[in-house]
């Protein structure tokens, strides 16, 4: 035993090989320990993974940086070695790094917040939470129609508010336009349609109206933007099978569908109402000419 001892303590490689050895092994049993931690404390299944990868390359790194001492000789290019290992791990959490970096930004530059409709990497949905690392959102449409919710709860890295536009419905300007088209026939009584239409869309849209004027007003006050015109307006087009009403409108952005439905039934309503003097149109076909048939009974 002390025979070996001596030989160790007389022979530098010897010694420095065992130690290089007894660092790795420690390295390696450090590393598992930590995964078992992680692995048995952490509930939610991607933290878990993503910790666990980053304690792997974390050691391996370390395990570099030990092998690349050893070789050298000396500790004197270890800067280097710090250097090359800091880079590894911003390649490495890159993501987790610009999703800390984005719940700043979120939350500095305030470009959404509880509570906001927002569209962001073509995912659109109510915002429900923001932290450190997550944006989460009740989603909208899908395989369902216009504003309703899907009933996913969708979580989006904070890491793609750098990586392309985000659409809020909400934030300084809470109201969207919106716009319905509707067929009148031809021989109708376009005055009293259009008065219809407008009546019924000024009546019914006169709160939106007034409360998006004074919230445009301070829009246009923020920002470098022409003003606006919010009052309900309807434009008219000629086709080759009826006469097309474009109705435009302000609604609130969580009532879109709804002032929708309101706004059509209630013309229907008024139209019937007319007793056939304005009635709504549909495809037509009209026969220039039938050719004339030659029947000769004869042959």
Do not use: C, H
Not at 46 to 67: D, H, M, P
Not at 140 to 152: A, C, H, L, T
Not at 245 to 258: A, E, P, Q, S, T
Request: cysteine-free; glycine content about 4%; proline content about 2%.
């Amino acid at each position: 035993m002390n025979q070996f001892k001596n030989l160790i303590l007389e022979n530098p490689t010897i010694y420095s090989i065992l130690q290089f050895v007894l660092m790795v092994a420690v390295v390696l049993l450090v590393i598992q320990l930590l995964r078992r931690f992680l692995r048995k404390n952490i509930q939610d299944t991607t933290a878990r993974y993503k910790s666990q990868k980053t304690i792997e390359f974390i050691g391996y790194v370390l395990l570099v940086i030990l092998s690349f001492s050893y070789v050298t000789g000396n500790i004197k290019d270890l800067t280097l070695a710090i250097g090359l290992f800091s880079a590894g791990i911003a390649f490495t959490l890159q993501e987790l790094i610009l999703s800390i970096a984005g719940s700043v930004y979120i939350y500095v530059v305030n470009v959404y917040k509880p509570g906001d409709r927002i569209e962001i990497n073509g995912i659109k949905g109510d915002v429900i939470d923001v932290d450190s690392m997550y944006t989460t959102m009740m989603e909208i449409g899908q395989w369902v129609s216009s504003d309703n919710y899907s009933g996913r709860i969708v979580k989006l890295s904070n890491a793609f508010v750098f990586k392309g536009p985000i659409y809020n419905y909400s934030q300084d300007f809470p109201f969207i336009w919106d716009e319905f088209n509707l067929p009148i026939k031809y021989g109708s009584d376009i005055e009293l349609a259009k008065s219809l239409v407008i009546d019924i869309a000024s009546k019914a849209l006169s709160e939106y109206t007034v409360n998006s004027r004074a919230k445009w007003k301070e829009v246009v006050n923020k920002y470098y933007i022409e003003d606006a015109q919010v009052e309900p307006t309807l434009a008219i087009s000629l086709t080759d099978n009826w006469i097309l009403f474009n109705l435009r409108y302000i609604v609130d952005y969580k009532k879109r569908r709804f002032t929708k439905n309101e706004l059509q039934d209630s013309i229907r309503k008024a139209f019937e109402a007319t007793k056939g003097k304005v009635l709504f149109a549909s495809t037509t076909i009209e026969l220039v000419k039938i050719p004339d048939l030659k029947v000769d009974i004869n042959k």
